[in-house]
């Protein structure tokens, strides 16, 4: 999962580009269904032995609450809202089943909020789920969150190295660890359940997700997912669940990594053979171990909706491997199946999940709607009971019903475990273990301490960029390194140990010194992202702006010895980097405890190795920016770096010098689709008026001073046509809910070519532009042009990208890819639009 997001029924594109998404994962295009369904073979799944079994003593409990609960209460348990969307008094009136926490959603809204401040909430949650004063219900509610590498919500929680990272140092042992201190900390601030862990296994490392995965490996990834479930709920056969515990989810459930071209919440094309094979091994490592929720995922399975597919759901996952807790959705990820909205789809709960996550305002139209669908029969009551006892079972087996409220718990409001010195140091050991040395020519690592050295690059000393996405807010931007205390960054603790071994160390941020040092240690890397805004169009690193390069080549041309630490995400195609660099270390996206980097790149006072490179590549490295999949296996596996590959001190290079600084021919792809006969993924068609917006999901839509309709112009309803009233300024937009890299178009023949046609007058304004977030887009008027159109008739025209690129637009977030903006009447008809990366027709002219 993680969870995200926002709503698509009411989305800007100012405020797409700025919004902080919750915790699981944020909505995409949906995917069109194939138009056959594949056979499946169920024998090809297990048939598990689940280590927590059902107790019939518990189960004639459930069965006694259930008898006496309304239809109204069981709905009520399977709805999640998000803080941002409910009071403590909607709690009282529904009595949600649980709610959860978002990426960047704080108590009281305050990125700052105690730890006193989470528990306050989740109390008074908690005693309005118990009040039966107005819904009747005693049952308690639970609070979700997305723990993902650390209780990374909360402001001096122990932020430990994202998946990727812990993947590269191959010890299930350390990652048990791991999830204990998370537990221990997540259950410090009163809540229950932990959206975790991530078992997505890459395929494509495109995928701006990539650093969720552990690897590439599917036997990594099982291995790591029993572990965590152990570390988060305790083990089946010992402390199960109890008061040091919190609930785990095993996500996202399933292929979630295999997505075509890398794409988030995309489509995942393979056999079912390949499904299970690959993409499923964390689910039979994490049930085998007892977690008790599992969370569907956004992306399709050959075309088909994970959150809508019931054969996966229900008859895979619940009856076939023997699942009996319950399955939660994604933000609002039900609203993609076909024919569903977020505040409208039985056809989820026909599928299998259990419990709907439905934040923003779209949870109470759901609630009542589904209400009345299992009244009109489109819901049986049956399947109803069915998710009611499974969320029952799991807060049962939770000892929800049992337990003191949250503020009375044996751990709350412990606030010297939220970033124990205990937790800190386990982290700091996760960051040694997780390096991986690419390069170390000479033998220049380990570095003398005593030394003079040059620290600087702009990941130096920036916890907030050494620990990535889902760190603080959803996407880990915003943050400065006061919001980390009690964390070091990679520069804090290469000073602190030179400086005690009698050395110098220099900071600089553009690579210039007061005195010439004996060697310079560069950090450098991706920055920050979460799930959607991290997809690329290829590997290559700093395409088009190579800043980070310039300063190593600056430094070796002064004959400067260079160890660059390279933070990222996942593998990428840094062939000039390396060679401008000495010594290479993929550091990953370490989190808090940057002080483990200096541990292991720094020799002791003494010369001896504090600590030798232990980590191992569990991604293969590409050999060209193009190579975007290449994983262990594959027939044509030719990597730069293969998986397993990582230096110890003292080994030879293995890289050969020069490596080819080439890139071949990136010309991504040739032409984008936006408009087709309909929006063409991931391209959703939005209508604007003054400051309100919404997304059309009708062939006839208005909002105030535009109007949307479907028209036939060669084959049904294969054009659309927009009338802006001229009462406010208004416009239609092709929109994606994540920025998009388009930069595969950034030569001087790409174009935006648009089929018009218009009827009537023209105003003497009409913007045609791209937009890249807040304040960020450029457009061209295209009133003349449209005023020397013949009326009536279509007429092509091309917009040169370049002419918007000279205006400010960064085709590296494309936010809407098409906006027609109007105050004017205007009557104005669409048959096709696209991208294309060379000129078709002369374009209008630059503005």
């Not at 993609?336 to 789809?345: A, E, K, L, S, Y």
């Not at 002064?558 to 995400?569: D, E, K, T």
Request: proline share 5%; with cysteine; charged share 20%.
């Amino acid at each position: 999962m993680m969870t995200t997001r926002f709503t698509l029924t009411a989305l800007s594109l100012s405020f797409t580009a700025s919004m902080m998404l919750a915790g699981c994962s944020q909505p995409a295009p949906t995917e069109s269904a194939s138009s056959a369904a594949p056979a499946t073979d169920i024998t090809l799944w297990p048939q598990l032995n689940i280590p927590v079994a059902q107790d019939p003593a518990m189960e004639q409990a459930i069965s006694d609450v259930m008898a006496s609960m309304t239809l109204p209460q069981k709905i009520a348990q399977m709805i999640q809202p998000e803080i941002r969307d409910i009071t403590v008094e909607d709690m009282r009136k529904y009595g949600f089943g649980s709610y959860l926490n978002g990426g960047g959603a704080f108590p009281n809204d305050d990125k700052y909020a105690t730890p006193a401040d989470w528990i306050a909430l989740a109390e008074a949650m908690y005693q309005a789920s118990i009040d039966d004063s107005l819904d009747g219900s005693r049952i308690p509610t639970m609070w979700g969150t997305d723990a993902v590498h650390g209780h990374n919500n909360v402001i001096g929680a122990t932020i430990f190295p994202h998946n990727i990272g812990l993947g590269a140092a191959n010890n299930p042992v350390l990652i048990e660890h791991i999830a204990e201190a998370t537990a221990r900390e997540v259950m410090a601030t009163g809540i229950d359940w932990v959206f975790a862990p991530t078992v997505a296994v890459v395929r494509d490392d495109r995928w701006g997700r990539t650093y969720e995965g552990y690897s590439e490996d599917p036997d990594i990834v099982r291995s790591y997912a029993a572990a965590i479930v152990r570390g988060l709920q305790g083990a089946a056969d010992a402390d199960f669940l109890s008061d040091r515990r919190v609930i785990s989810t095993v996500k996202h459930f399933v292929g979630d990594g295999g997505t075509t071209g890398g794409v988030d919440q995309g489509n995942t094309q393979v056999s079912e053979e390949e499904l299970y094979r690959i993409h499923a091994q964390g689910y039979v490592g994490g049930l085998q171990a007892g977690a008790q929720t599992v969370m569907a995922s956004f992306n399709s399975w050959n075309g088909s909706k994970i959150h809508g597919d019931k054969y996966l759901l229900t008859d895979v996952l619940k009856n076939r491997m023997g699942f009996d807790g319950f399955i939660v959705g994604d933000w609002n990820g039900h609203g993609q199946i076909p024919g569903c909205t977020n505040d409208n789809c039985p056809q989820a709960a026909n599928a299998g999940l259990d419990v709907y996550m439905v934040p923003t305002a779209a949870w109470k139209p759901l609630y009542y709607n589904l209400i009345a669908q299992v009244e009109a029969g489109e819901i049986s009551m049956a399947r109803i009971d069915d998710a009611v006892r499974r969320v029952l079972r799991v807060k049962k087996r939770a000892g929800l019903f049992a337990k003191p409220s949250p503020a009375n718990r044996p751990l709350a409001g412990r606030t010297e475990l939220i970033g124990a010195a205990e937790h800190r140091a386990i982290a700091r050991d996760a960051v040694r273990q997780s390096l991986v040395l690419l390069k170390n020519q000479q033998n220049l690592l380990p570095l003398s301490p005593t030394q003079r050295i040059l620290v600087t690059g702009p990941g130096a000393d920036n916890i907030g960029q050494q620990s990535g996405g889902w760190t603080i807010s959803w996407q880990g931007t915003g943050n400065t390194n006061a919001d980390f205390p009690g964390g070091s960054s990679i520069y804090a603790g290469i000073e602190r140990q030179v400086t005690a071994a009698g050395g110098s160390v220099e900071l600089s941020a553009d690579g210039s010194f007061s005195q010439r040092p004996d060697v310079a240690i560069v950090v450098f890397g991706e920055e920050p992202y979460a799930e959607g805004n991290g997809d690329l169009d290829n590997l290559e690193y700093q395409r088009g702006h190579k800043t980070d390069l310039a300063l190593l080549q600056q430094l070796k041309a002064q004959g400067i010895p260079v160890v660059s630490l390279f933070i990222s995400g996942r593998p990428l195609w840094v062939n000039a980097e390396l060679n401008a660099s000495d010594a290479f270390v993929a550091v990953w996206l370490p989190g808090s405890e940057g002080e483990g980097v200096a541990d292991v790149i720094l020799a002791g006072a003494d010369g001896s190795v504090q600590y030798d490179f232990h980590g191992k590549l569990t991604f293969s490295w590409p050999a060209s920016p193009t190579q975007t999949a290449v994983n262990r296996g594959d027939s044509d596996y030719q990597p730069l770096l293969p998986y397993g590959f990582g230096l110890r001190y003292g080994q030879p290079e293995l890289l050969p010098s020069p490596l080819s600084e080439d890139s071949g021919e990136l010309t991504g792809p040739s032409e984008l689709v936006i408009f087709e006969r309909a929006p063409r993924s991931p391209w959703l068609l939005q209508l604007r008026s003054g400051n309100d917006s919404e997304m059309v999901t009708s062939s006839v839509q208005q909002l105030a001073a535009i109007s949307s309709r479907t028209f036939d112009n060669q084959v049904q309803e294969d054009a659309r046509r927009f009338v802006f009233d001229g009462s406010a300024a208004a416009a239609f937009s092709f929109i994606s809910p994540f920025p998009r890299d388009l930069r595969a178009f950034a030569g001087a023949d790409s174009q935006l070519a648009v089929q018009l046609k218009r009827r009537g007058p023209v105003p003497e304004r009409v913007l045609l532009g791209l937009e890249c977030g807040t304040d960020c887009k450029a457009s061209q008027n295209i009133a003349p042009a449209l005023t020397a159109m013949a009326e009536g008739e279509w007429q092509t025209l091309h917009i040169s990208l370049s002419c918007l690129q000279q205006q400010g637009l960064n085709l590296a977030q494309v936010f809407s890819v098409l906006t027609i903006e109007s105050s004017g009447v205007l009557n104005l008809s669409l048959a096709d639009a696209r991208i294309s990366s060379a000129a078709q027709s002369s374009a209008l002219a630059c503005q």
